[in-house]
């Protein structure tokens, strides 16, 4: 038996201690969020949170306030928690809200693993994907390529073959709500102190897929639009607790995901290791001699829709003219808040492995 039923919600050791540490406060995790309301959990069960004054006012940086996923100390009563302090993350995802000047909007915090979402119908899109790969990367969660409605695929199995060509060092799953095929390959993924998440487009089964794991209607589902695109269903973050244990948090659909920051390096790997031989170490990929990239562009063997998309999301992610050390610094200070954030994150990880015998 749980020595906290927290631990249930992902809680490691580490969490606890901090809590311990400030004993006037409580532990909890933000279960909820919508239009500035919280929801959370604690060690009594759910409440209300707000921010407080201090967070609220003082904050400049949306991406610092909580957001679902986020182990927070509470101050107040049992009716109202005034959230004071969000404890270290161990991953952030993140996205560019829209609006002017466009802002980091976060979608989920403390994931363990996120499985990205695409229909094998009119929804498939190669380029879509690297962009959800490269923000679930670069979010430190690892991301599970899962393709839904496999029974109105038009070529399954080109399709999957395109998928595994750009989800380099991913896990994919194909799965059907029609039929449940593919469940028990995602389930494999959750367990207990496990937190998930689902991203995707609108449309994509997202919700049908989460009811499934649930093993019962917790979210609306809808049928296909005239375009095979579907609604949107979902409209808030929330976060479940699985009753076969692990953590589970569903995002709004998503139709354009702007690029807050993203892992490019890792997502275009084998463009990465093509440039290896580049006989230039700043190539563009663009006209310079002895590009290895174009060559392997002209040749076949890298497909030129891949570079282009490269290009797009270096561009977009700001990584242009910036070394692998400057890049990977600024990666430290956006989700871990420096070094030492990303410090303590890898304790909370090592704990929570430890804790279910990892």
Not at 259 to 286: K, Q
Not at 337 to 349: C, E
Request: net charge neutral; with cysteine.
């Amino acid at each position: 038996m749980l020595s906290n039923p927290l631990l249930l919600w992902g809680a490691t050791e580490r969490h606890l201690t901090l809590a311990s540490d400030n004993s006037s406060l409580h532990l909890a995790r933000v279960i909820a969020q919508e239009r500035g309301q919280y929801t959370v959990i604690t060690e009594a069960g759910e409440r209300s949170a707000v921010l407080s004054g201090k967070m609220l006012y003082d904050t400049t940086d949306i991406s610092t306030l909580p957001g679902v996923g986020d182990w927070v100390l509470l101050a107040g009563d049992a009716d109202l928690g005034v959230i004071q302090q969000i404890l270290p993350r161990t991953s952030m995802i993140a996205r560019k809200a829209v609006g002017m000047p466009p802002r980091p909007q976060v979608i989920a915090t403390n994931v363990d693993t996120v499985f990205i979402c695409m229909a094998l119908n009119a929804n498939f899109n190669l380029s879509r994907l690297e962009r959800y790969l490269a923000v679930v990367w670069e979010s430190g969660a690892t991301p599970v390529v899962v393709l839904t409605k496999a029974d109105l695929a038009t070529d399954l199995e080109v399709q999957i073959a395109q998928v595994q060509s750009v989800a380099i060092g991913a896990d994919i799953v194909t799965t059907s709500a029609t039929d449940h095929v593919g469940i028990e390959a995602v389930r494999a993924f959750v367990r207990e102190g496990i937190t998930i998440a689902f991203i995707g487009s609108s449309g994509v089964g997202k919700s049908t897929l989460v009811n499934t794991l649930v093993g019962h209607e917790v979210l609306k589902t809808s049928h296909l639009r005239n375009d095979d695109q579907g609604r949107h269903t979902t409209t808030h973050r929330e976060a479940i607790l699985l009753p076969g244990g692990g953590v589970l948090i569903d995002t709004p659909g998503m139709r354009e995901l702007g690029i807050e920051s993203a892992d490019v390096d890792r997502t275009f790997a084998d463009i990465e290791a093509l440039a290896e031989a580049c006989r230039f170490g700043d190539c563009t990929h663009r006209s310079e001699p002895g590009c290895a990239v174009r060559a392997a562009v002209d040749d076949g063997s890298l497909d030129h829709r891949r570079l282009e998309s490269w290009r797009k999301l270096s561009k977009e992610a700001g990584y242009a003219g910036k070394t692998s050390r400057q890049i990977g610094d600024e990666k430290l200070n956006r989700i871990f808040g420096g070094k030492s954030g990303a410090k303590a994150a890898r304790k909370q990880f090592k704990e929570k492995e430890r804790l279910r015998g990892g």
